[in-house]
């Protein structure tokens, strides 16, 4: 970290971990496992792992967006990749949930 004082940079030390143990907590009570959790700032990314099928993916992604307090879901394609995604707060921190789906997933 460039620039700023020790008490600065030891406040957003104090941050992500209480984002950290934020998200560690609501993942634990969520019970799906394999998600990955990604702290940067205050802010929690919570990716849903591939190992899931599609459909399974966006049932987590859809509960998961209704735990946090997150509107509905929302499918953004680029290409031939879709990413499913919402955004609410975990404890007061921004979090955000998502998972991708290939097209090779999708055919039969």
């Not at 020790?6 to 009570?29: C, I, K, M, T, Y």
């Not at 997150?70 to 921190?93: E, F, M, V």
């Amino acid at each position: 970290m460039t620039g700023g004082s020790p008490r600065q940079a030891a406040g957003v030390l104090a941050a992500q971990a209480d984002a950290l143990v934020s998200a560690a907590a609501f993942v634990e009570q969520a019970g799906i496992t394999g998600l990955t959790i990604a702290v940067a700032g205050d802010g929690i990314t919570i990716l849903v792992p591939r190992t899931l099928s599609p459909a399974a993916r966006i049932t987590a992604v859809t509960a998961l967006a209704a735990a946090i307090g997150a509107p509905a879901p929302a499918c953004t394609t680029l290409g031939t990749w879709t990413q499913i995604s919402a955004t609410g707060t975990i404890s007061g921190h921004q979090a955000r949930v998502s998972a991708s789906i290939e097209p090779e997933e999708t055919t039969a």
